[in-house]
């Protein structure tokens, strides 16, 4: 089995600042991908941003230039670094993690729990 653990979420001001972590661990053999998505209050979850192994990162166009995210293979852990923060970003955000739990396993998704990020004067 695989735990993530996410933390740093909270209420910042517009135009503020965020870094969001999530921590895996248990029976991992390798890490193939790590994913931060959002959902709002009566919306799709949605993706957010993706970062592989290999360091590839991929975001949404509505925060393009605003979020940053990275990965520590070695900590296991992927960080989310959210600027210029606005209403709309409001949302619990959820760590997903792609991982093979022995070697030749197939590619297995996990899930965390979620922190809420309330942008708000």
């Known amino acids: 089995q695989v735990q993530l653990v996410e933390s740093g979420g909270g209420l910042v001001q517009p135009g503020g600042s965020l870094r969001l972590s999530c921590a895996a661990s248990g029976s991992i053999f390798s890490l193939n991908a790590m994913r931060w998505y959002r959902q709002a209050p009566g919306k799709q979850r949605e993706l957010v941003a993706t970062v592989t192994s290999g360091g590839i990162s991929n975001y949404a166009d509505s925060v393009k230039g605003r979020f940053t995210i990275s990965m520590d293979n070695i900590k296991r852990t992927v960080y989310l670094q959210m600027s210029s923060l606005k209403p709309e970003d409001t949302a619990v955000y959820y760590c997903?993690?792609?991982?093979?739990?022995?070697?030749?396993?197939?590619?297995?998704?996990?899930w965390g729990q979620g922190t809420q990020v309330t942008v708000s004067s």
């Open positions: 997903n993690v792609v991982v093979q739990t022995w070697s030749g396993a197939p590619m297995t998704t996990y």
